[in-house]
C-alpha cells in the first residue's frame, strides 16, 4: 500500500468526486463500474483539473464473490502504525494512517461507497467536523439538521420539504464542518439524494416527533447531542476518537439553536420549518 503519497495509484484519469470540499479520486480495476459509479456520483463529480485530497483503490478479489443479500455496517479495526482496516461482507480495505488512501479489494459499488464514507467522516473529523445520519433542508442559504431513530420522520420531513419547494441536502447523510470565523457549513452528499445542492450555513440542529399539528418547540443541547451521537458516522474507534466526536458534537451545538420539531404528515411541517429559516 502506498501510505506516503495520496495521489499514487496504478493509472492515471481515476474517476475523481468532491463531497463537502474533500476530492477523492477512484481507481478501480473493474472497469465495469465506471458506469455505476458515475451514476452514484454523477452530480458530485470534479473536472479533472481539480487536485484530488485523497485516492481509492480497489483490485478484484482473488476469486469472485457472491455480493451480499443483505448490506451491514462496515466493522473498523485500528491497525499497526495508525492503518485503519475497513471490513464488510465481501470486501476489505485498508486504510493508510493519514486517511487519504485505500487499497480495497472487492467488486461492486458497495465497497467503493463504504470506505467513501469512513475517509469522508476523516476528512471532516481532521476539520473538526461531523458525518451525521440525518435529513438536512435548507432555505435561503441556512440549513436545518435534523437527526433521529429509524422511524422518526427524516425521509418523510425530506419528501414534505420537497413537496412544498424546499431544497433537500441529503436525507442520508449530511456533513457539517466548522468555518474560519465562526459558525457552521453543510453540504450533502450523493446517498438517497442524487442531486447536488450548494452548501449551506447550519443554523439550528434538531431532534423529530409526531404530532397532529407541526411545531417548532426549544430543546436543551443535551438533549439533542444523545440522539445527535447516536447518528454521526465514527472514524475511529479509539478513545481519541470518540472523544474527538464528542467534541465536535459539542461545539456545534454551543454554536447553532437547538430544537425539537414534532410535525404532521401534511404541508404544515414545511411551513414551520421555513418560518423559522426565513
Known amino acids: 500500500m502506498n501510505s506516503g503519497d495520496p495521489l499514487s495509484g496504478p493509472r492515471d484519469g481515476a474517476l475523481r468526486i468532491t463531497l463537502a470540499g474533500w476530492t477523492v479520486a477512484l481507481d478501480v480495476e473493474d472497469d ?14 470534479a473536472p479533472d483539473a481539480v487536485a484530488p485530497d485523497a485516492r481509492l483503490v480497489m483490485r478484484n478479489p482473488p476469486s469472485p464473490i457472491a455480493p451480499p443479500t443483505v448490506q451491514e455496517l ?3 479495526v485500528p491497525g499497526d502504525s495508525g492503518t485503519l482496516r475497513v471490513e464488510g461482507a465481501g470486501y476489505s480495505a485498508l486504510l493508510s494512517p493519514d486517511r487519504c488512501h485505500a487499497d480495497v479489494i472487492g467488486s461492486g459499488r458497495y465497497p467503493v461507497e463504504n470506505v467513501i464514507k469512513v475517509m469522508l467522516a476523516s476528512s471532516l473529523a481532521k476539520r473538526g467536523g461531523l458525518l451525521i445520519h440525518g435529513v438536512g433542508l435548507v432555505h435561503e442559504g441556512r440549513a436545518a439538521l435534523f437527526v433521529g431513530h429509524s422511524g422518526a420522520g427524516k425521509s418523510t420531513l425530506g419528501g414534505l420539504w420537497l413537496e412544498a419547494g424546499g431544497t433537500v441536502l441529503a436525507d442520508e447523510l449530511v456533513a457539517v464542518w ?5 459558525g457552521w ?3 450533502g452528499t450523493p446517498w438517497n439524494v442524487p442531486t447536488r445542492t ?51 458534537a459539542g461545539r456545534v451545538l454551543s454554536s447553532v439553536e437547538t ?19 426565513a
Open 32 to 45: 465495469a463500474l465506471a458506469g455505476p459509479l458515475r451514476r452514484v456520483f454523477g452530480a458530485f463529480l
Open 185 to 187: 457549513r453543510a453540504a
Open 259 to 277: 430544537t425539537r420539531l414534532v410535525f404532521s404528515r401534511d404541508a404544515s411541517a414545511a411551513e414551520v420549518v421555513r418560518a423559522r429559516l
Open 198 to 248: 450548494a452548501e449551506a450555513a447550519l443554523v439550528a440542529v434538531g431532534t423529530l416527533g409526531w404530532d397532529m399539528a407541526s411545531r417548532w418547540d426549544a430543546q436543551g443541547a443535551g438533549e439533542v447531542a444523545r440522539v445527535l451521537l447516536l447518528n454521526a458516522l465514527l472514524p475511529e474507534p479509539t478513545p481519541a476518537g470518540r472523544g474527538a466526536l464528542v467534541g465536535a
Open 178 to 182: 466548522p468555518v474560519e470565523g465562526g
Open 74 to 76: 462496515p466493522r473498523l
